[in-house]
């Protein structure tokens, strides 16, 4: 197999069709037409495609939420009733396939068949918490993929690296008081959801395994990638992780119509390489990407295929 595995199953592109939203199926296009003009698909390897069980989503969520979350779409509801999150009657079906998706990955990287891999899903999911579905999101992929990965695989440490314009606070929420999970996040305050204080570092025995670095709108290589390279690069030589996995959200990129920071192609190969540099040092290179916003489509486009060959460069 490639060093790059790639999920990009054509059903992801279903969810919203129909409705005027920013979170909208061309998302799905803008990538895979940018990704084949790159040359890229010729470049991975593709995964085939799985829904997830509930017994791997109640990795991260309650069973309550998530029956709640089948009743309501399977209902016809137009948002779930936990949170603002729009769905149609076939978001429950491609959300599981989104989490299945990400956990092929997670197989794939772990089982060494492949080095590292990225996931085209919709939803994103990185707002999700263990009993509410919220911010465009209905499960949060990373995180199963995270706790799948040491459950299945027997992984101890997992780093997690959200560089979205706007706060992970699911995958936070869910980690908070876990030190196996360590949790970094660059996002723009205030903005949606209003979390990701600086000061908050963690619970309990996990304490000091959550990092958020809140930055004005404005902002761009110089803080984030300043902090990725000033507080993460140091973190990781204690943390000493066995797979890296980004919620790689490219609303942070420069004229997105959701977020104000100004981060450009190039330096999201700088935040690709980074994540990678820590993985080959302390996880044998296995990094797992999961697709989160960005809803410029042709910003979305030109800043995944970046991030994409970097991964398939090495």
Not at 38 to 58: F, I, K
Not at 159 to 168: A, K, M, R
Not at 216 to 222: F, L
Not at 279 to 306: F, I, K, M, P, Q
Request: proline share 5%; aromatic share 8%.
């Amino acid at each position: 197999m490639n060093r790059t595995a790639l999920f990009a199953d054509p059903l992801c592109r279903e969810h919203l069709v129909g409705r005027q939203h920013p979170e909208r199926p061309e998302r799905f296009d803008a990538v895979m037409r940018d990704l084949q003009f790159a040359g890229l698909l010729e470049r991975t390897t593709p995964l085939n495609a799985r829904s997830a069980t509930l017994d791997e989503l109640e990795l991260c969520h309650t069973r309550g939420y998530l029956r709640t979350a089948q009743h309501d779409i399977e209902a016809g509801y137009h948002f779930l009733s936990t949170g603002d999150t729009e769905v149609t009657p076939n978001s429950w079906a491609i959300a599981l396939l989104g989490a299945g998706g990400v956990l092929n990955a997670v197989d794939a990287v772990a089982g060494g068949e492949a080095r590292n891999a990225f996931c085209v899903v919709r939803p994103p999911g990185h707002h999700a918490t263990p009993n509410r579905g919220m911010g465009f999101c209905i499960v949060n992929n990373i995180a199963i993929g995270a706790r799948y990965a040491q459950r299945k695989h027997g992984i101890e440490r997992v780093l997690i690296l959200d560089w979205d314009v706007h706060h992970g606070n699911g995958t936070q929420d869910i980690f908070y008081t876990d030190p196996t999970v360590f949790f970094f996040s660059t996002h723009q305050w205030p903005l949606y959801p209003g979390t990701g204080r600086a000061d908050e570092t963690g619970a309990g025995e996990g304490t000091g395994f959550t990092m958020n670095f809140p930055f004005p709108a404005g902002s761009g290589r110089e803080e984030i990638v300043g902090a990725v390279k000033q507080s993460l690069i140091p973190a990781r030589k204690q943390f000493r992780p066995n797979l890296v996995m980004i919620s790689a959200g490219f609303d942070s990129r420069i004229g997105d119509l959701l977020g104000d920071f100004t981060l450009t192609d190039t330096d999201f190969i700088d935040l690709t390489r980074a994540a990678m540099t820590i993985a080959d040092e302390y996880a044998n290179g296995r990094v797992v990407s999961v697709l989160e916003g960005g809803y410029e489509l042709s910003g979305l486009g030109s800043a995944t295929a970046a991030h994409v060959e970097a991964l398939v460069k090495g």
